[in-house]
């Protein structure tokens, strides 16, 4: 039934060995000829047999070679077969065009003559997508697993078709564009990021060469059914409905969010149908999705060939995440910005009741997500036990990511609905967060509540706090240095474990009174009955809290508890002079002060215990994934006891409940599978709690690789366990420097750094080949100002690099940081401040450090080389 | 072991013969002149056949070391001395009795000028290596190694700028022009660079010839695994030599243009009649990229094979420097 190959020598990354013809009928019985891509008869010739079949089913315009690195990394007993479709790639032409029905029979009978029997899993991209679950839905018995990518089953009503199809499917311009002209078959390939190599185009290009090739481009297109009166909308619409037929079929979805065609919207529209589809979205790609990112193959293949793995839930206390109104008469919330406000418990769960109706009847329902762009305050803890309330999912970003990284990640999340202050609603706009606005100004509150009054709510949609655990709670954000942030999913019962933990941790009880300057935390202040006052202050700019306003907030409830973030304390520090006595005499009350989000030095809380006496210190150790690990008081430290002097920065003890291990490094700065909790160990910090994320949101892959073992978080630091089993941090694994004896973690050795004198801070880097990199020590000299930024400040840099100044460091301060460091080091570099994160100001950015040094020590083109064009978080710099 | 030594009038072959001796090997040494070596000495060219076939004669292994090493000059001397040495030593070593033959070579022959960070020992090539030396010592290194077969076998070790008290290539030329102030530091300065002691040079040839068996028919690059900027490094040099240290910095490219002038110079020297011909230039290409771009490699696979580390540190290494520069004073 084989014949010879009809494929032109020499197409990039194309066995001409897969290539093969065969005869079969098409949907009306008359005999086709197709050209399919298919490593059948080498399996078979190599003796291996067949134990699943993939099926792969390319769109329009491109043809089996889009599927060509599925075929290479095909593992041992998979056929993979990669179609062409009638009319398309290196099949026939036919006659008349095919319409959807009449190519799912065609496809049927092409498996059948292909005698592909035994489990298969379907892979197809664009209108390869409905053809092939069309076949799916007719071949359940052998259906294992579908993966779809950038594809749609169905045109969202009233919606508009895609700008470029939409243009296109005028009919003089339709067969200009898609038959005469090669236009659209070349716009195919024109879209990916980064451009495709000119060959591999030409090889997309190839089998369409004349108009005469390009009819069933041109009536693939024209076979979009937009209205009811298309012949294959009866088909597609069928396909669509038919999906839940699939509902006990694994599903993967793998995703271009930047697909100027099949947008999000359409990946939201198969989520709602397949709703226990595993999602791994790629924000930057396009169309090609497996063409902009190749790793997506491998990515597909480990989904094929893994098993579910079944994590039993921790068993845990659950806090009920909503408003404990016990004591309605209690303050709940004192503003002290603006205008001030001031609520009760009993108000504040009236109110949220309400406007959880009112939600409701804006069409707010159970398990749909729901940004918030609300500043914190009493509005935002009434929206989010709102949401809560209807047992919908709170999406909430952090103002500190930057404008542009808060719409990335709000859009990556597709919202079903925004709540926002009136001013966010530029930045809905401008970056393009999909889901229904409902503005949320002051008196909107009140207006919402008032439409909520005559809605009819049953009693199920206003849920009950302890009901459904394991529904999505809510979506949170990484502010990772490279890439847009990551969502981060919760279930209410992860959140309810990560208060009940909070609370235990700290001994926050009911009446307890704490100021919030530190919005995640104090957001939980409701469901554990505290009262929380919110100072006067820029809430998304954590240094804009003074002494003063602390102070303040202190009195406005009697507070012993401060939660505020490192850059917070840091200004309270710099501003004392500015206190009364009065004020002075306020912060002699607290007795905890809680600071999380990033690392604090000792020195800042030594002085800020000056202010507040009576307040032990406790900077919990932990991050958006898992929050918190551990805690200590970093004052209670004894520089002079040798246990508390080992390498790295000592976070404390797990707390009750989290179980901390280390997976060693290996040579090659990756962690070991093995977890140990061996005293010691330098590995990854991996951590297992009731409250660790459920998952990474739509990114299947990423959370693969992070939850190892299954229902582990890997954190992505690293560090080790004392003998007394306290958690020590050495450094973030991807800055781990993997020298030829071993790997470096660079905190210890920045520690040692920065005890020579003259040197005020100091960032220890890798530069070569991973295995064989030289530790490169980057110090900040004491008394180094931070140059201006601007042009000038730049042309100065230049100047002086002229000079040399990088190498400024003297040759006896050099040799005293060779000699405490403790490890071979290749250079020492001066800098006058190193690039630091924007939204901690704090973390040092030393992947911007490593390629800085790599092009001084090796040259522009070598930074190039090991750095490339990844796109990263903004920096800025040290103070 | 009756082990032949060339060149070992020079700093590193010293250094190989006198190790070899101290543990107890018969050495030989193939002279052109008179050296006043404390071994059995004999004199001849290594092109030279029937001086090369009395030296080898019972010997059963050979450490080459004998080599034009220059950066100017015209080809023919490097052709003579770096390839037809070899090919005759490598033809004779084969017929002999000699078991073991360690070609030793430079990182030079396989690399065109680019910045090298971690890298390995590429194969050498001759189209590729830039300038008269790497180019002979490339076609040298070929010879030797394929003449790699079970009845002699062949290791071609390449140290990389070899160092030490007494060293007159390296050490001698930037003391000289430091002490003359003419010593710039190309481009930023912040350049890594790796270097080998003398002595963790010689230990890892002796290591070849005893390693055969396991090392044979590759090129193995060694160094001190202590890369510095170069800058950094000349400053250290010159402190131990107790010279100046250089303050001038010279941009990379405008040092890259300088060399290129400066052999043009040379080469018109060389044919015009009356210009009196320049020998010692200042600077060349080569030099401007070997003193401007990165150079440092992967050891793990070396020190693997070999079984071998330096016994002695970079900055063990200055302090000895430091301590010879003052006895000499």
């Known amino acids: 039934m084989t014949a010879g190959s009809p494929l032109p020598r020499g197409l990039p990354g194309v066995d001409p060995a897969w290539s093969r013809t065969l005869e079969a009928p098409d949907a009306e019985g008359t005999p086709r000829t197709w050209h399919v891509l298919d490593n059948g008869p080498q399996l078979a010739a190599a003796g291996v047999p067949t134990e699943q079949t993939l099926l792969c089913v390319h769109g329009n315009p491109t043809w089996s070679y889009l599927w060509r690195r599925v075929l290479e990394s095909a593992p041992p007993g998979w056929r993979v077969v990669a179609v062409d479709q009638l009319g398309m790639g290196y099949s026939q032409r036919t006659e008349t065009p095919r319409s959807l029905p009449q190519r799912v029979e065609d496809l049927s009978r092409l498996t059948t003559a292909l005698g592909i029997d035994g489990p298969v899993a379907i892979l197809a991209h664009d209108w390869g997508g409905p053809i092939s679950l069309g076949w799916a839905l007719a071949h359940r018995e052998q259906l294992a697993r579908v993966v779809l990518t950038n594809t749609a089953v169905h045109q969202p009503a009233g919606s508009p078709l895609p700008g470029a199809i939409a243009a296109a499917r005028t009919p003089p311009l339709l067969d200009l564009v898609t038959r005469r002209t090669p236009g659209f078959v070349r716009a195919a390939t024109a879209t990916c990021r980064p451009a495709l190599p000119t060959p591999v185009r030409d090889a997309f290009a190839a089998p369409y060469s004349s108009p005469a090739r390009r009819t069933a481009v041109r009536d693939f297109v024209a076979d979009i059914p937009v209205s009811a009166s298309h012949p294959s909308h009866a088909a597609l619409t069928a396909i669509a409905e038919g999906l839940d037929a699939l509902a006990d079929v694994p599903a993967l979805m793998v995703w271009g969010l930047s697909d100027p065609v099949f947008s999000g919207r359409y990946l939201a529209d198969l989520q709602r149908r397949l709703p226990h589809a595993d999602v791994h979205t790629y924000p930057d790609a396009s169309h090609l999705v497996l063409e902009d990112r190749p790793e997506g193959v491998s990515l597909i293949w480990d989904w094929l060939t893994s098993r579910p793995t079944e994590v039993a839930a921790a068993s845990a206390e659950v806090v009920p995440i909503q408003v404990d109104a016990t004591v309605p008469g209690r303050t709940a919330i004192v503003e002290l910005t603006g205008e001030g406000g001031h609520i009760t418990f009993g108000a504040l769960a009236e109110r949220v009741d309400g406007l959880a109706r009112g939600l409701h009847a804006r069409g707010v329902r159970r398990g749909q997500r729901v940004a918030l762009l609300v500043r914190p305050g009493i509005d935002l803890t009434t929206v989010l036990y709102a949401v809560w309330r209807l047992?919908?999912?709170a999406v909430v970003a952090d103002a500190g990511l930057g404008r542009r990284r808060l719409g990335a990640a709000l859009r990556g999340a597709a919202p079903d609905h925004v709540v926002g202050f009136p001013a966010a609603r530029a930045l809905v706009l401008a970056t393009g967060i999909p889901g229904q606005w409902i503005r949320l100004g002051r008196d909107d509150v009140a207006g919402l509540i008032a439409e909520g009054l005559g809605h009819p709510l049953s009693p199920t949609e206003l849920f009950s706090p302890t009901a459904e655990l394991d529904l999505d709670g809510a979506v949170l954000f990484t502010s990772g240095a490279t890439g847009p942030p990551k969502g981060v999913v919760y279930t209410r019962r992860q959140v309810g474990a990560q208060v009940a933990l909070l609370r235990d941790a700290f001994a926050l009880r009911p009446g307890g009174r704490f100021v919030a300057a530190f919005a995640p935390f104090a957001l939980y202040g409701p469901a554990l009955g505290l009262t929380s006052a919110v100072p006067d202050m820029d809430v998304t700019a954590p240094d804009t809290l003074t002494a003063a306003a602390l102070a303040d907030a202190v009195e406005a409830v009697g507070a012993s508890i401060v939660f505020a973030s490192p850059a917070a304390l840091s200004n309270v520090v710099a501003t004392a002079s500015e206190l009364t006595a009065g004020q002075r005499e306020q912060l002699r009350r607290p007795e905890l002060v809680l600071s999380a989000g990033a690392p604090v030095p000792a020195a800042l809380l030594r002085r800020l215990k000056e202010l507040l006496p009576a307040a032990a210190t406790h900077t919990p150790y932990g991050m958006t994934e898992a929050l918190p690990v551990a805690t200590t008081d970093p004052t209670t430290l004894d520089p002079d006891d040798p246990a508390d002097r080992e390498r790295g920065v000592c976070v404390g003890a797990p707390l009750p409940g989290v179980t901390v291990r280390t997976a060693a490094l290996l040579p090659d700065g990756t962690a070991s599978e093995e977890l140990t909790d061996e005293p010691g160990q330098l590995g990854e910090i991996v951590v297992r709690a009731p409250h660790?994320?459920?998952?990474?949101?739509?990114?299947?892959?990423?959370?693969?690789?992070?939850?190892?073992?299954?229902?582990?978080?890997?954190?992505?630091?690293?560090?080790?366990?004392?003998?007394?089993?306290?958690?020590?941090?050495?450094?973030?694994?991807?800055?781990?420097?993997?020298?030829?004896?071993?790997?470096?973690?660079?905190?210890?050795?920045?520690?040692?750094?920065?005890?020579?004198?003259?040197?005020?801070?100091?960032?220890?880097?890798?530069?070569?080949?991973?295995?064989?990199?030289?530790?490169?020590?980057?110090?900040?000299?004491?008394?180094?100002?931070?140059s201006g930024s601007g042009r000038r400040?730049?042309?100065?840099?230049?100047?002086?690099?002229?000079?040399?100044?990088?190498?400024?460091?003297?040759?006896?301060?050099?040799?005293?940081v060779r000699t405490a460091a403790g490890v071979p080091v290749a250079a020492v570099l001066r800098r006058d401040w190193l690039p630091v994160d924007i939204r901690h100001a704090a973390k040092v950015d030393r992947t911007e450090l490593a390629r800085w040094a790599t092009t001084l020590l090796h040259g522009p083109r070598a930074a190039r080389e090991a750095f490339g064009g990844q796109s990263r978080a903004p920096s800025r710099r040290s103070r | 072991m009756r082990v032949l030594v060339t060149g070992a009038s020079g700093m590193l072959g010293r250094a190989v013969a006198d190790t070899l001796a101290g543990r107890g090997d018969e050495v030989t040494v193939l002279q052109r002149r008179p050296s006043g070596s404390p071994y059995r000495e004999l004199l001849g060219d290594v092109a030279d056949e029937s001086a090369v076939t009395r030296a080898l004669a019972g010997q059963e292994g050979v450490v080459h070391l004998a080599a034009k090493v220059d950066v100017v000059g015209p080809w023919e001397g490097y052709r003579r001395a770096n390839i037809e040495g070899t090919r005759t030593l490598v033809e004779g070593a084969c017929r002999g009795s000699v078991q073991r033959f360690v070609q030793v070579s430079s990182p030079s022959v396989a690399h065109a000028g680019s910045s090298l960070a971690g890298a390995g020992a590429e194969p050498a090539d001759p189209d590729r290596a830039r300038g008269n030396y790497a180019r002979s010592k490339a076609s040298a290194e070929l010879i030797a190694l394929g003449a790699d077969s079970d009845d002699l076998v062949v290791t071609a070790v390449r140290p990389h700028l070899v160092w030490g008290p007494g060293d007159t290539q390296l050490i001698g030329r930037i003391l000289e022009r430091a002490r003359a102030g003419r010593l710039p530091v190309l481009g930023r300065g912040t350049s890594l660079v790796d270097t080998t002691y003398v002595t963790?040079?010689?230990?890892?040839?002796?290591?070849?010839?005893?390693?055969?068996?396991?090392?044979?028919?590759?090129?193995?690059?060694?160094?001190n695994g202590e890369p510095r900027p170069i800058g950094e490094l000349m400053r250290d040099i010159c402190v131990a030599g107790g010279v100046p240290a250089p303050r001038l910095h010279i941009p990379a490219r405008v040092a890259w243009a300088a060399g290129a002038a400066v052999e043009g110079a040379m080469a018109l020297s060389h044919v015009l009649p009356g210009v009196p011909e320049i020998t010692e230039p200042p600077l060349t290409r080569f030099l401007a990229e070997q003193l401007s771009t990165a150079h440092w490699f992967d050891q793990r696979h070396t020190r693997r094979v070999l079984d071998w580390t330096p016994r002695v540190t970079l900055d063990e290494g200055l302090e000895l420097l430091a301590a010879s520069a003052s006895r000499n004073q």
């Open chain 2, 200 to 223: 963790n040079a010689a230990d890892a040839i002796v290591a070849a010839l005893d390693r055969a068996d396991v090392a044979r028919g590759r090129a193995l690059v060694v160094t």
């Open chain 1, 793 to 816: 400040a730049a042309l100065w840099e230049r100047v002086r690099g002229l000079r040399g100044a990088e190498t400024d460091v003297p040759a006896d301060v050099a040799a005293r």
């Open chain 1, 391 to 393: 047992g919908a999912v």
């Open chain 1, 692 to 786: 660790v994320k459920d998952r990474y949101d739509r990114l299947w892959g990423t959370q693969r690789a992070s939850a190892r073992p299954a229902g582990w978080h890997r954190t992505g630091d690293v560090g080790h366990l004392d003998a007394r089993g306290r958690l020590w941090v050495e450094g973030r694994l991807t800055h781990v420097v993997t020298t030829a004896d071993g790997p470096v973690a660079p905190y210890a050795v920045e520690q040692a750094i920065e005890s020579v004198p003259g040197v005020r801070r100091a960032a220890v880097v890798g530069v070569g080949p991973t295995g064989t990199q030289q530790v490169v020590a980057v110090v900040v000299p004491e008394g180094a100002a931070p």
